[in-house]
């Protein structure tokens, strides 16, 4: 006698009559294990639903507008907030700017974290395309706390003239954004804060080793390792490549007449080379 139970049938379902059959459930064994499994597929229908429902996709209109919309909310608080702090900046203690700083670094860095602990799946979601709007928004809010840890060493620092310190505090808050929300801004971020760091590395060098003449050639190095290395590790390949372009072009090949040519023809070559794998990929300028 074959034992049929509620609900649609389903390999489970037979399973559980088999084993009904067999002696080895009791009916009202198999019809609990049935209804908990039906309750449990129901549950799960209604969180995907929800949460279709709560996030718009990435590439809507009502998405777009929502990001853009908080964006336009955020730079008109710091706006007001750097209204305010600059009519007021002198009057303030060197405790009270540390302070201040030290606050607004930390409330950027805690809604940069929270939106990426939020968004479903965490990290690994934001650092995916699965969810790009909060990875742009995390990575901003990022960006900037990582500028206000800059500010905020340059505050404790301000009395030794040590811009070394500074460039480093950026540099590392931008490569902690990047891990947490690679974006475009955080990889100009990085190459900002790598410039700063190879800038002020230089300044403090004896007065005769950090003339132009050898500062260039060290700078024009750091575009090409960004453009040529750096760039394939990073998210926005083509972004990286340009930027790291400009900044060799920047700084130029030295030398005299004839070894700046030779060194503007490598690069051309370089860049044509480089450009070549990125013709048919289409940018994400804003990724």
């Excluded at 409330?107 to 909060?134: H, M, Y």
Aim: with cysteine; hydrophobic share 50%.
């Amino acid at each position: 006698m074959i034992t049929e139970l509620p609900g649609r049938s389903t390999p489970l379902s037979h399973a559980l009559e088999r084993l009904v059959d067999e002696g080895q459930l009791t009916r009202e064994q198999a019809v609990r294990v049935t209804t908990a499994v039906a309750e449990e597929e129901q549950l799960r229908a209604l969180q995907a639903g929800s949460t279709a429902t709560a996030v718009p996709p990435a590439g809507s209109r009502s998405g777009r507008l929502a990001e853009v919309a908080g964006y336009a909310g955020g730079a008109l608080v710091l706006a007001g907030g750097a209204l305010v702090l600059g009519q007021n900046w002198e009057q303030l203690s060197r405790a009270s700017r540390l302070l201040v700083v030290g606050l607004l670094t930390a409330l950027l860095a805690a809604a940069g974290v929270a939106i990426v602990r939020s968004a479903p799946g965490g990290r690994t979601a934001t650092g995916r395309d699965a969810q790009p709007a909060r990875r742009r928004l995390a990575g901003v809010l990022l960006v900037l706390a990582a500028a206000g840890l800059a500010g905020f060493v340059g505050l404790i620092t301000e009395d030794t003239a040590a811009g070394l310190p500074i460039a480093l505090a950026g540099l590392a808050g931008a490569v902690g954004a990047h891990l947490l929300a690679p974006t475009a801004v955080s990889e100009i971020a990085l190459l900002g804060g790598t410039l700063g760091v190879t800038g002020t590395a230089l300044a403090n060098l004896p007065e005769r080793m950090a003339e132009p003449q050898s500062v260039a050639p060290v700078i024009f190095a750091v575009g090409v390792a960004w453009a040529v290395g750096v760039s394939r590790v990073l998210r926005e390949k083509t972004l990286a490549l340009s930027l790291g372009l400009l900044v060799a072009l920047g700084a130029g090949p030295s030398g005299d007449r004839d070894t700046r040519t030779v060194g503007l023809v490598l690069l051309a070559l370089l860049a044509a080379g480089a450009f070549t794998p990125h013709v048919r990929r289409p940018p994400c300028w804003v990724g």
